[in-house]
T-cell receptor, first 112, second 115 residues
């Protein structure tokens, strides 16, 4: 199957860390991605991780990949109100289509 | 310069009408996509074209017809619009995972409302 699951909502206080989780199904995925969607806008890539890596850090963002459990997480340190958005994980499918399968999206709300 | 641009941004129309959404990318990518985002924000792929050739057609009703006049353009025509077609339609482009990281670059979306 090609289901990518995420919890739908996350609410955090400003300054705390946020952790958004994702479970994917295709063990042959070459890349896994985190996208951010702000209200009324398209999706923008935040970061990606190659499937042979366990962790990737990019400023306030840390991505952890557990291939055995097919689990991907995104940690945002020092969460700000501007981080409020919907976050999508996505996996690339290893076929000749170059399509990405997106998760159900997690709505992150940051309150003061 | 907008990398992936789609028009119109908003479209309100009556059931039964025919409408088109246009998309252009100036990134030099070979592959373009249409995704549909429903009211719950679920994002599903509809079509993909690689260098003007249809690659993906994900069980979309044949009222939806994509057209790619060249690799920089992918338009979406919808016949006999139904209430359930109301959604935000996103165009995207990519260089693919074999030549790059497979990152998709998205347009701003076209919100279609069918009354």
């Amino acid at each position: 199957g090609e289901d990518v699951e995420q919890s739908l909502f996350l609410s955090v206080r400003e300054g705390d860390s946020s952790v958004i989780n994702c479970t994917y199904t295709d063990s042959s995925s070459t890349y896994l991605y985190w996208y951010k969607q702000e209200p009324g806008a398209g999706l923008q890539l935040l970061t990606y991780i190659f499937s042979n890596m366990d962790m990737k850090q990019d400023q306030r963002l840390t991505v952890l990949l557990n291939k055995k459990d097919k689990h991907l997480s995104l940690r945002i340190a020092d969460t700000q109100t501007g981080d409020s958005a919907i976050y999508f994980c996505a996996e690339s499918i290893l076929d000749n289509t170059d399509k990405l399968i997106f998760g159900t999206g997690t709505r992150l709300q940051v309150f003061p | 310069d907008t990398a992936v641009s789609q028009t119109p941004k908003y479209l309100v129309t009556q059931m039964g009408n025919d409408k088109s959404i246009k998309c252009e990318q100036n990134l030099g990518h070979d592959t373009m996509y249409w995704y549909k985002q429903d009211s719950k924000k679920f994002l599903k792929i509809m079509f993909s074209y690689n260098n003007k050739e249809l690659i993906i057609n994900e069980t979309v009703p044949n009222r939806f017809s994509p057209k790619s006049p060249d690799k920089a353009h992918l338009n979406l025509h919808i016949n006999s619009l139904e209430l359930g077609d109301s959604a935000v339609y996103f165009c995207a482009s990519s260089q693919g995972v074999r030549r790059d990281t497979g990152e998709l670059f998205f347009g701003e979306g076209s919100r279609l409302t069918v009354l």
